[in-house]
């Protein structure tokens, strides 16, 4: 083989270095999943089994699966006397029984099912907007001649570099004067404020790299710049829009801090309620563990059903035409 058909010859790993790199891939996987397992083993223990020295880890070996934690993590309970109890009608259903069975009765429905739902309007709402105006923002930089664009640019990340509960207590006390505070719509601005700028930047790049050329010969054929935008840019850019989607839509699903400090009631979300779920004895770890699994559930369906784009959306632009 020549020197110059050598320099540009790809090496083949060796099977010791396959097996090298796939054994830290399975390590790594297996270190990820363990909090998750523990979570989900959890979820499905009697309290008395959440809090056993040691810890009870093998179903129907050493603890038998219940699901109290999901019936606890949906109802209120309230203790009666036994002979309250043996004086109602026989119970309805699984979770009625075993509240039953631990000197209780059902006293109504929780409030995980109202956070459940503000976090799916706050999250979904705040990344359709922060992918919406992202989207628009970064076709103009990268298409047309916009006045100290790089200055802009930096400005725009700027604002990703300051961690955003050190502008929490300004953020707090303009929200109370505006009547945002406790509101839906506040958090929705606010979480699509912080993620505007992560979109602008990601997908400034992915429509970097969409040809000219299309839209040109697109507005030839007589369509306008926003047709060409909708029917050319947009479709060549799925798979961006998808991976930054899924990247503005996590922050806005897990924030924390905003969540607890602007909301108490009517707007807050699932993430500052599932820490204080409290049962008769304190903490319920088995409801907390379920309000858990259950939230994991809507981010994990959305990347699943679009896995298929992430990785093209993430690596797109790596390689230049």
Avoid at 168 to 181: D, H, K, N, V
Avoid at 225 to 233: G, H, M, S, T
Avoid at 288 to 304: D, K
Wanted: with cysteine; proline share 7%; net charge positive.
């Amino acid at each position: 083989m020549s020197a110059a058909n050598s320099a540009h010859s790809v090496v083949e790993p060796s099977g010791y270095a396959k097996l090298i790199a796939g054994s830290l891939v399975a390590f790594y996987a297996l270190i990820s999943l363990v909090p998750l397992v523990w979570i989900g083993l959890t979820s499905i223990k009697t309290p008395t089994d959440s809090i056993h020295y040691p810890p009870k880890v093998i179903p129907f070996v050493e603890f038998q699966p219940s699901i109290e934690g999901y019936c606890n993590l949906f109802s209120t309970r309230s203790r009666q006397t036994t002979e309250y109890i043996q004086s109602l009608p026989p119970p309805q259903g699984a979770c009625e029984t075993i509240t039953r069975a631990r000197g209780m009765v059902v006293a109504g429905p929780s409030n995980y099912v109202p956070r459940y739902i503000n976090s799916l309007i706050i999250a979904f709402g705040s990344t359709f907007l922060s992918i919406a105006l992202g989207t628009a923002a970064a076709y103009a930089f990268s298409r047309f001649k916009v006045p100290l664009k790089d200055d802009l640019m930096f400005f725009i990340l700027s604002t990703r570099m300051m961690p955003p509960i050190a502008v929490a207590i300004p953020i707090f006390l303009m929200y109370r004067e505006l009547g945002l505070s406790d509101t839906r719509l506040g958090m929705i601005l606010l979480y699509t404020s912080v993620n505007v700028s992560l979109a602008v930047w990601l997908l400034k790049g992915f429509i970097d790299e969409i040809p000219r050329e299309y839209e040109e010969a697109a507005m030839i054929d007589g369509y306008t710049r926003l047709q060409a935008f909708r029917k050319v840019v947009l479709p060549q850019a799925v798979t961006g829009i998808v991976a930054t989607a899924i990247f503005c839509l996590i922050f806005a699903w897990n924030e924390y801090a905003f969540a607890v400090l602007l909301t108490s009631g009517a707007a807050q979300t699932a993430p500052p309620f599932i820490p204080i779920i409290i049962g008769e004895g304190g903490q319920d770890w088995p409801a907390v563990a379920a309000g858990t699994v259950l939230f994991l559930v809507p981010i994990l369906i959305f990347t699943v059903l679009l896995r298929q784009h992430l990785l093209r959306g993430i690596t797109f632009g790596a390689v230049r035409k």
